[in-house]
């Protein structure tokens, strides 16, 4: 008899990177190994095209109320599962109420948790809900699930003590390898492209270079592809402004030549996971990142990418780099193999499924 997994989630299936790079590409695994998978998403498709927009006021409450429906119905279900994986939180707003009713009716939780949850951030395109977001739902499911899986090595040293079964876990993002495949010759026959990958929630980061872009653009001439669900344009720089979508994300991200994964130095970016450093390093692209959190523990300085911390720094590095194609050749192989050897969806799989099957409800 097949084992009955629960995923419930914030996100339909294959659009959020944080789900779609997690435990998402691991369901064919699951279920070759005896797991029957059933996915409940609070936001369905047509909440998640306008969520990350400005004004659709209406279709957020609808598709809110929508989502809680769903885990109404999803309370009468939960008995007949052996395990309830929860990503993030069981509804978004208000009070613990359905994660206290979940953990009393569910066989056994895992919860998946990411980011420095505890470190509050307002939207800017949605500024009420951070009132409205209820921080006592995260701190419950921390104490009280079975086993908690954290995204970063400093946010599970922190929820560790915090887990009443001392069960947590890190698992890194991965890549699918096989899939994101390398193709850049490291050339310098056209105009070398600087790309960033992210989405709304993550443009802030992206921003952070806005001055070291119009500063390097003085000393050397490059374009900047960003990838995302948003607008972006920056004055006085050639930028390729491209939507992201699940049918052009390989090829789009190998068009760019050099990766760029800038951060903020603060306690938020300590459970980040590194998942885009990991993206771009997979199709053999050298990195420069913000030398913060987990960062460091996947890029070695001048090995596989280059570590940096002020704008000076940025500026530097990227100028070395698209002057220099033996450089960039020699960081993007070594980057690959990083990659391969650490962060490949067939080297972190079994840690998945390790803990699924050392689930008593299971």
């Not at 951060?263 to 692209?285: E, H, N, P, R, T």
């Not at 420069?288 to 704008?311: K, R």
């Not at 020699?330 to 689930?359: E, H, M, P, Q």
Request: proline share 3%; charged share 25%; hydrophobic share 40%.
């Amino acid at each position: 008899m097949k084992k009955k997994i629960l995923v419930i989630c914030p996100f339909p299936v294959g659009v959020a990177a944080g789900q779609r790079l997690k435990y998402e590409q691991y369901f064919n695994h699951w279920a070759e190994h005896g797991y029957e998978i059933t996915v409940s998403s609070f936001m369905d498709d047509s909440m998640w095209s306008v969520v990350y927009k400005k004004g659709h006021l209406c279709r957020k409450i609808v598709g809110t109320l929508r989502g809680y429906c769903c885990r109404i119905k999803d309370i009468f279900r939960l008995k007949k599962y052996d395990v309830v994986y929860i990503h993030m939180w069981a509804t978004p707003l208000g009070s613990s109420f359905f994660e206290r009713l979940f953990r009393l009716l569910a066989k056994y939780i895992i919860f998946d948790v990411e980011d420095n949850v505890f470190i509050e951030r307002r939207s800017e395109i949605n500024p009420m809900i951070g009132f409205m977001k209820g921080r006592g739902k995260l701190s419950y499911l921390i104490k009280n699930s079975d086993h908690v899986i954290t995204s970063s090595p400093f946010l599970n040293a922190y929820c560790l003590p915090l887990n009443d079964r001392n069960c947590c876990t890190y698992i890194s993002s991965s890549i699918d390898t096989d899939r994101f495949l390398p193709v850049n010759k490291y050339e310098n026959a056209g105009v070398v492209t600087i790309g960033w990958t992210g989405t709304f929630s993550s443009k802030c980061y992206l921003h952070l270079l806005d001055n070291v872009f119009c500063r390097l653009r003085e000393r050397c001439n490059f374009k900047l592809r960003v990838i995302g669900n948003f607008e972006y344009e920056l004055p006085g720089i050639d930028v390729d402004m491209i939507q992201w979508s699940k049918e052009r994300e390989v090829e789009d991200l190998q068009g760019i030549d050099i990766g760029v994964y800038p951060l903020s130095k603060d306690d938020w970016v300590l459970g980040k996971s590194g998942l885009k450093a990991i993206q771009y390093m997979a199709f053999g692209l050298p990195v420069v990142a913000t030398n913060v959190g987990t960062t460091p523990l996947i890029i070695s300085n001048l090995v596989n990418g280059i570590l940096v911390s002020t704008d000076d720094d940025w500026v530097n590095a990227l100028e070395l780099l698209i002057k220099t194609e033996g450089l960039r050749k020699k960081l993007g192989i070594t980057a690959r193999k990083s990659v391969v050897d650490n962060y490949s969806v067939n080297v972190i799989k079994d840690k998945y499924l390790s803990i699924l099957n050392n689930c008593k409800g299971a």
